[in-house]
Nanobody
Framework: QVHLVESGGGLVQAGGSLRLSCVASGRTFSNYAMGWFRQIPGNEREFVAAISWSGDITDYADSVKGRFTCSRDNAKNTVYLQMNSLKPENTAVYYC????????????????WGQGTQVTVSS
């Protein structure tokens, strides 16, 4: 079992930045690929970013490429999502997830999910 806890969400003005963190506990963190997803009430959860177990391969949704950066620190059991140039449409609950490694990262099946952290971007 892997337990995931997100933090770093909040209220920010359009154009601002936030860094989300997700701390993992339980099984060996470096054994897992990690992903970030987001969900707006009434909508399906959508993919935002993913990172390989080693951190050397990343993947992003087209809508966030060039603005969001996913990274990880396996020594700290933590994955990050740096979000820059935020837009009101980025408002959502953001979730991190862990899954068995697979390449390409689109093949990762996420088995563990955090509770989410709210990000609100005001115009």
């Amino acid at each position: 079992q892997v337990h995931l806890v997100e933090s770093g969400g909040g209220l920010v003005q359009a154009g601002g930045s936030l860094r989300l963190s997700c701390v993992a506990s339980g099984r060996t963190f470096s054994n897992y690929a990690m992903g970030w997803f987001r969900q707006i009430p009434g909508n399906e959860r959508e993919f935002v970013a993913a990172i390989s177990w080693s951190g050397d391969i990343t993947d992003y949704a087209d809508s966030v490429k060039g603005r969001f950066t996913c990274s990880r620190d396996n020594a700290k059991n933590t994955v990050y999502l740096q979000m820059n140039s935020l837009k009101p449409e980025n408002t959502a609950v953001y979730y991190c997830a862990a899954g068995a490694p697979a390449l390409p990262l689109t093949r990762v099946k996420y088995a563990y999910w955090g509770q989410g952290t709210q990000v609100t971007v005001s115009s």
